[in-house]
Structures are given as C-alpha cells and as structure tokens.
C-alpha cells in the first residue's frame, strides 16, 4: 500500500473514532438527563439531588 494511501486511511480512522466518541458521549449524556428527569418525576427533588450528590462524591472520589 502506498504511503499517502496508509496515511489516509489512519487519519480515517481517527476521524472516525472521534465521531464515535462524540456520539457516545452524546447519547450518554441525553440518557443520563433522561433518567434524571424520569427520577424527579417519581421522588422529590432534594432526595434525586442527594442521590446525584452522592454519586458525584464517588466519582470524584475514584474516578
């Protein structure tokens, strides 16, 4: 394979695998807004704001 061919395709690559991270992200991000919608829906806000709060602790934490 011809070196510019190679190069090409490698910068396709990572073109694609920046696309692919940005949808994910994307997507989780809409999923998590969902599911925190979907929680306030169902508990009262102060108790879905300390579940969040606690979780960002441990993210925080061990991430």
């Known amino acids: ?6 190069k090409q395709t490698s910068s396709l ?3 694609a695998q920046q696309e692919e991270a ?3 992200r994307r997507t989780s991000m809409t999923f ?4 925190i919608h ?3 829906t169902h508990m ?7 579940i969040l709060e606690r979780h960002a602790s441990i993210l925080r934490e061990y991430g």
């Open 13 to 15: 690559d990572a073109i």
């Open 32 to 35: 998590l807004e969902c599911a």
């Open 38 to 40: 979907l929680c306030v």
């Open 22 to 24: 940005d949808y994910l």
């Open 44 to 50: 009262p806000m102060k108790e879905v704001a300390s």
């Open 1 to 6: 394979m011809p070196r510019s061919a190679k």
